[in-house]
C-alpha cells in the first residue's frame, strides 16, 4: 500500500514564527501535492511538485513556500505564520498516470 | 474553467438504508473522476473511480457510474452502516493528463449515519 507520512498530527504555532510541515511517500511518486482544508471551502490547492526541484503554485500561493530536494520529501514552509493560517494541511502524492491521488493524515496546525 | 459540485449536507441516514450522494462537473475533454472518504481525524482516502464514460467505479459496497451524457458521478451504497458516517467528496482530474495535474475537489458531503 502508498504510505504518505507528515510530519506531525497536531502543530500549535505562534503569529511571526517560521513552520515547516514535513510529508513522506514511499512509492516513488513523481507528483506530490500541499493541500489546506477548511470548513466550506472544500481542498484548496497550495503548491504540487512534479519533480526534484520543480514546483507550481496552486490556487493560494501566498504566504507559503515549498521545497523538494529528494524525490520522496516535500516540504509546506510558511514564512511568517499568521493566525488565518490556522487550518488542516494535507499532503497527497500521485504516479504520473492520473490514476488518482494518496493523501496523508493532515497537519491540525493553529497559528495564535 | 473545470468544476465539481455536490450536493450539500448533511445527510443524516438510519443503518441499512440506501445512500445517493449527487456529484456534477464541468470539464473539458474526458477527466478522470473520483470519490473519496474521509473519516474523523483522518486524511482522504481514494474509494473508487472512474476513467471513462459509462464506466463504473465500486468499492466497500459503493458504485458510481461516470456519465458523460449527464456530466455526473453519483455514488451510491445499497445499505450504509454506521462505519460509513464520514466526509465524501468527489473530484475530476483534467484529461488529457499531464504530469503534476492536480484534483480538482468538490466541498464534500457530510454522511452521518445512526443504528
Known amino acids: 500500500d502508498v504510505k504518505v507520512t507528515q510530519s506531525s498530527r497536531y502543530l500549535v504555532k505562534r503569529t511571526g514564527e517560521k513552520v515547516f510541515l514535513e510529508c513522506v511517500q514511499d512509492m516513488d511518486h513523481e507528483n506530490m501535492f500541499w493541500y489546506r482544508q477548511d470548513p466550506g471551502l472544500g481542498l484548496r490547492l497550495i503548491y504540487f511538485s512534479y519533480d526534484v526541484k520543480m514546483k507550481e503554485k496552486g490556487d493560494i500561493p501566498e504566504g507559503y513556500s515549498v521545497s523538494r530536494e529528494k524525490k520522496e520529501r516535500f516540504s509546506l514552509i510558511l514564512e511568517s505564520a499568521s493566525t488565518n493560517q490556522t487550518s488542516m494541511y494535507l499532503c497527497?502524492?500521485?504516479?504520473?498516470?492520473?490514476?488518482?491521488?494518496?493523501f496523508g493524515p493532515g497537519t491540525r496546525l493553529t497559528v495564535t | 474553467g473545470n468544476s465539481v459540485t455536490q450536493m450539500e449536507g448533511p445527510v443524516t441516514l438510519s443503518e441499512e438504508a440506501f445512500l445517493t450522494i449527487n456529484c456534477t462537473y464541468t470539464?473539458?475533454?474526458?477527466?478522470?473522476l473520483f470519490w473519496y472518504v474521509q473519516y474523523p481525524g483522518e486524511g482522504l482516502q481514494l474509494l473508487l473511480k472512474a476513467t471513462k464514460a459509462d464506466d463504473k467505479g465500486s468499492n466497500k459496497g459503493f458504485e458510481a457510474t461516470y456519465r458523460k451524457e449527464t456530466t455526473s458521478f453519483h455514488l451510491e451504497k445499497g445499505s450504509v452502516q454506521v462505519s460509513d458516517s464520514a466526509v465524501y467528496f468527489c473530484a475530476l482530474s483534467e484529461a488529457p493528463y499531464q504530469a503534476g495535474t492536480a484534483l480538482i475537489f468538490g466541498k464534500g458531503t457530510t454522511l452521518s449515519v445512526s443504528s
Open positions: 470539464a473539458t475533454g474526458y477527466p478522470s
Open positions: 497527497a502524492s500521485s504516479p504520473p498516470t492520473g490514476s488518482g491521488q494518496y
